[in-house]
């Protein structure tokens, strides 16, 4: 058996995080460690990784210190960020990592800054790139901003992720009253067609190693639970732009919907999409390539994709036991 690669996957209580240490099984199979964080104790990735540990949140200032501290205690090869929230503390203290001897998969802090504002998103690439038309409400130029991106709107904010906080707009009475409950606002065009999550990876030069397409034919309360894996040129070659305009390290996903046949970006994550398995099913395993790139290991020359996978996905239990909970699996620094 050769060297035992260790990697930290961070919210490992969630779809991204535990479907990350599904890819890495995969990926490694038994040449591999993996080490589950997450803040909370009941998180299902704690009972598929090979150690848990408890970690204080993102915002807390305990985190970043106790990140390294696990790193440094179990030897940690690559760090596998998978919740928005970590991503900044982490970017922001890579060299800390690294002193340790752990490489944090991470894109640069301009790049996560223009991803997680939405209108510093659209003001980047909207001459660029076509993207969902935006504007910055408030209750003096409501009106003004809702004849820029036309009725019906999408009332959020600028900085959330998920469905949280988020109002359709259909006439400017509803923009009143909704915008009130919205701190930072932004309103964004309705867009009513097709939708698609884009996966795409860049190696640790940016350099953009694959993209690939998936339709969302089935969503359930914001989870995709039925996708497909297409070979969309518009998509694939838009992917390689955002790469080019913006720097990218590591896995990132972008999420479109079409007006009239033609795609617009309606947001941009930089870390793996919640749905990543489902490239991973069409022959793509986004995490396993990010690893091996930040190792120094062989990664295929041209990583393709089984064009017309369709990934019905469901939600499966894992039943612990009384001795496990007492088995002391989990632990804190």
Known sequence: MGKIVKVLVTGVGMGIGYGAIKALRREFGNSIKIVGVDAKKLSVGFYMANKSYVVPLANKPSYVPTMIEICKKERIDVVLPCTDHELLPLAMSMEDFERVGSKVIVSPLDTINTCRDKWLTYTTLHNKLPIVRSALPNNDNLEKALQFVHLPAILKPRGGHGSKNIYKINSLDDAYNFIKYIPNPVIQAWIDGREYTVDCLADKEGKILCVVPRV??????GFSSVGMAVRNDKLIRMGKELGRLLK?????????????GEPHIIEINPRLAGSANISLEAGVNLAGITVRNALNMDIPDRIDFK????VLRYIENIVITKDEQMAGKIYEI
Do not use: C, S, Y
């Open 216 to 221: 969302r034919i089935e969503t359930i309360a």
């Open 248 to 260: 990218f390290v590591g896995p990132f996903n972008f999420q479109v919907r079409e007006r009239d």
């Open 307 to 310: 064009d017309g996978i369709i």
